[in-house]
């Protein structure tokens, strides 16, 4: 109900787009999010976007470099990620996320499989 897709490996300073297609279920009237997560720590917030009117939230350590987006149309959500660096390497996950507003919008509730990025010096 949530595909992530779009990781790979890519050498510091390079990009990547990550695309995640949503069940309708899921997906209308939902604010939307991005987690990470590396062998042996917590899940990580990234960023998260509001159902309309594109209110965005990042984690500070990818502000400047990522940016979510959504298409509403095609229920997809995006992260594009620019500049990356070797400690961007993680599992990215997906989810909807209990609100457009923090705190709640670092909260996932449903969950897609993860796609794995890869960052080399």
């Known amino acids: 109900q949530l595909q992530a897709s779009g990781g790979g490996s890519v050498q510091s300073g390079g990009s990547l787009r990550l695309s995640c297609a949503v069940s309708?279920?899921?997906?209308?009237?939902?604010?939307m999010g991005w987690f990470r997560q590396t062998p042996g720590k917590e899940r990580e917030f990234v960023a998260s976007?509001?159902?309309?009117?594109?209110?965005?939230h990042y984690a500070d350590s990818v502000k400047g470099r990522f940016t979510i987006s959504r298409d509403n149309a095609k229920n997809m959500v995006y992260l594009q990620m620019n500049s990356l660096k070797p400690e961007d390497t993680a599992v990215y996950y997906c989810?909807?996320?209990?609100?457009?507003?923090?705190?709640?919008?670092?909260?996932?509730?449903?969950w897609g499989q993860g796609t794995q990025v890869t960052v080399s010096s």
């Open positions: 989810a909807k996320v209990r609100s457009y507003r923090p705190p709640l919008n670092t909260v996932g509730d449903r």
């Open positions: 976007i509001s159902w309309s009117h594109g209110i965005t």
């Open positions: 309708k279920a899921i997906f209308g009237g939902n604010a």
